[in-house]
């Protein structure tokens, strides 16, 4: 029996209990997920009959210890990109995430994902596609016709006070928008955004507050115009067949490219009648570049999980 572990966060597990329990229904492979750990302390959490170790952490900083200790074990490490991969990641945020030195495999969504890490230095032999098991879900949802702009944005969609401020008149624009042509609109703010009092003053300006209690799968199909800053969110649009709106605050590169965008403060919201933004092809392009196995990716990982296994003889 091949023994697999997965190194997250209480935040994450959710996206990766279905997952797990694929692998075990397969009764090849054992998986089981770790939530409470430190990198300075893994004897108190790996077993000593561990085979795989998987974690959507990607950076430096967490993961040399891990790899090392992996190394010293004859414990494969492989990293799951769990979101959006983009050159904010090593010109803004964190230059370390990703390293190519670190990780035997990295499983990514799509072709868009693989030529990053390309670029970033990892070998090509490290890196197989395998789309994201978390979407699965939205290709076996029934897609509907949606009555509703979504306003959204990323778990940590500004890292400077410009792009902060940028984002909220950005909202209040859309908000403005809506109210003036009388769409009904709805914001769903993460818990970091949501602290900030701008923020919240923002979700005052809706009708009704109780929608935010339904999934974010339920939220964007019942949608009909979803506008996010860069995030899973777009690929998850895409997956249920809505168009979006990337709202853009900052100004490093995208490789995620999009007919409709808010690029500035002061340019014009993009469309006029909601029921002239339709899923365009360009949209259907980025989301084959991006996420592949569309609907089959959990089957992927754990066909990719047994060639590991076989090549490895463990």
Partial sequence: MINILFLHTHAFSYQTQALIDAINMTQKMQASLCTSWSSDSLDKVISSDTHILITIHSRKSILKNIYDYCRQKKIVLILLQDGIIDYKHWNVVATDRYDPQIGDYFFVFGKASEELLLKRGVA???II????ARFDTYFSSETIK???VLITCANTPYHSLKEKVTLFIQFMRLICFCKINHYTFYIRLPESVKKKLAFRFLLLLQKNNSHKKIS????ISGAQLVCTTMSTIVLESLCLGKPVLLIKNHTYPLYIHLPLQLTSIFSKIPFKNLNQVVFS???RIVLEENIAYQGHSMQRIIDKLEYIKNKHSF
């Fill in 124 to 126: 090509q032999e490290k």
């Fill in 129 to 132: 596609i395998t789309g994201c």
């Fill in 146 to 148: 949606g009555d509703y």
């Fill in 216 to 219: 974010l799968l339920e939220e």
């Fill in 281 to 283: 092809e360009e949209e």
